[in-house]
């Protein structure tokens, strides 16, 4: 009996972990999940006869070697900072692994031994990354095969309340790790537009927007997300003049964080002494500093920040609570501490509210064989979370993992080293399966004006 061994029992794993399950009795397999907080696991198990659910501490070193010893392949769903060690105790002990998060460039250099060792260390298989890279390739390699040349490619994708919510201000709703939420941005974003490289230091990312038109949805902003230059050697664009992969958000959300995050307020180095006995008020303030004029903290930080004390920038940090009265409380160390409890306070879902998740891809190409035609491909996917079920965001981040995860025990990915899905042997039969689940891409072909 194969055995997979999931690690972590977050927000994006429901669908991977009973897509699994579902299948174990036909594959003969069997499926172990561990977190830290078990009760997580076992209520996502839920007694299956082919699953079971145990503490798993990712710093117990003698618990870690246990697991993974007894594992065929290991689908790490941890936090990303853990993706390295993962990778280490599976290339030590001949495991496979699969993770959803951003390949960690010290994996990378894991891929030779990878291949001694004979196993697959797989990444970036959720939703972005992951299907927004596998539609991306099918798109540029289909444009490829027909000898065009892409001469700018522009990638969105976004987590998002579906449209009919609007319960709070600021538009948005938490469906997975709140660390990723405030943290977003902090590695800065570097793009490429009409032949010109554009970089952005973290404090600069939310300022840089602009609106973007999504079917049946309507105007939503962007925003760059980290480093688009890299993908121009692994999309095989290296002869774009514009490259940009951007974050999807509903208008105003990004004016909002550009002040949280230029206050200070997702700083998660520095400790703040007895922060938990502080008030959300007297948080605000330590941001503030003296000679700033005003009498009330909420009129202090407009003047520090520039903006109208009866804005909507303002309304949205009242809603956040910063001016409360109320003890933070809880186990908060840092200013990102906070950030992230107030946002799994203030920014939940109502009752039956559902999430959605877009990827969006548009490239403009041209065909030297026919005198330099040039179109604009767009293709769109859209899908949204059942109110009483699974997230869009569990879906589309578990699902490609957990396909992944049945072709390799399979034998129906023939590779081994450190890779991403990019390569037609993984986002090919990935897709497929995914289609057969009803995800499937919008594809529109748009002439230009001068053409029509």
Not at 106 to 113: E, I, K, P, Y
Not at 269 to 286: A, C, G, K, N, V
């Amino acid at each position: 009996m194969k055995q997979i061994l999931i690690l972590g029992a977050g927000f994006s794993t429901p669908a991977l972990i009973h897509y699994l399950l579902d299948k174990a009795e036909e594959n003969d397999w069997f499926v172990t999940v561990g977190d830290i907080e078990v009760e997580k696991a076992e209520r996502i198990v839920n007694h299956h006869p082919r699953g079971a659910a145990i503490v798993f501490d990712v710093n117990d070193v003698n618990m870690r070697t246990t697991h993974i010893k007894k594992a065929d392949v290991v689908v790490n769903m941890l936090s990303p900072v853990y993706q390295y060690l993962i990778a280490l105790d599976c290339l030590h002990h001949g495991k496979h692994m699969i993770s959803a998060s951003y390949e960690d460039i010290r994996v990378q250099h894991l891929n030779l031994d990878a291949h001694r060792k004979g196993i697959l260390i797989l990444n970036e298989m959720g939703l972005d990354p992951g299907l927004d890279h596998m539609s991306a390739m099918a798109l540029i390699d289909d444009v490829h095969q027909r000898e065009g040349v892409i001469k700018s490619f522009l990638s969105y994708g976004g987590g998002l309340p579906a449209p009919e919510i609007n319960s709070n201000p600021l538009r948005y709703c938490i469906t997975w790790n709140p660390r990723n939420v405030v943290r977003a941005g902090e590695a800065g974003a570097q793009y490429m537009e009409e032949g010109q490289i554009k970089l952005l230091p973290y404090h600069q990312v939310f300022k840089r927007t602009w609106p973007v038109e999504i079917e049946g949805i309507g105007t939503l902003e962007a925003y760059p997300n980290r480093n688009s230059l890299i993908y121009r050697h692994r999309f095989g664009l290296n002869g774009v003049n514009t490259l940009i992969r951007g974050t999807l958000r509903y208008p105003g959300w990004s004016e909002t964080w550009y002040h949280i995050v230029n206050l200070g307020l997702t700083n998660d180095s520095l400790p703040i002494p007895d922060l938990h006995r502080r008030t959300y008020r007297e948080f605000m303030q330590m941001f503030l500093p003296l000679s700033i004029s005003g009498k009330k903290p909420e009129t202090r930080l407009a003047n520090y920040l520039g903006i109208s004390p009866t804005g909507k920038i303002m309304e949205n940090l009242r809603y956040l609570g910063l001016f409360s009265d109320e003890v933070i409380g809880g186990n908060v160390k840092t200013a990102a501490d906070v950030m992230m409890k107030i946002v799994l306070d203030k920014l939940q879902f109502p009752p039956g509210g559902r999430d959605m998740v877009i990827i969006c891809h548009e490239i403009q190409v041209e065909y030297p064989r026919e005198n330099y035609r040039s179109e604009c491909l767009r293709t769109t996917f859209t899908e949204y979370g059942d109110p009483d079920g699974f997230t869009a965001i569990a879906k589309t981040v578990g699902l490609p993992t957990a396909i992944a995860t049945a072709l390799l025990l399979r034998g129906e990915l023939p590779l081994t080293g450190c890779h991403i899905p990019t390569i037609p042997a993984i986002y090919v039969p990935v897709l497929r399966e995914l289609k057969k689940l009803g995800f499937a891409f919008k594809e529109e072909i748009i002439i230009p004006e001068e053409e029509t």
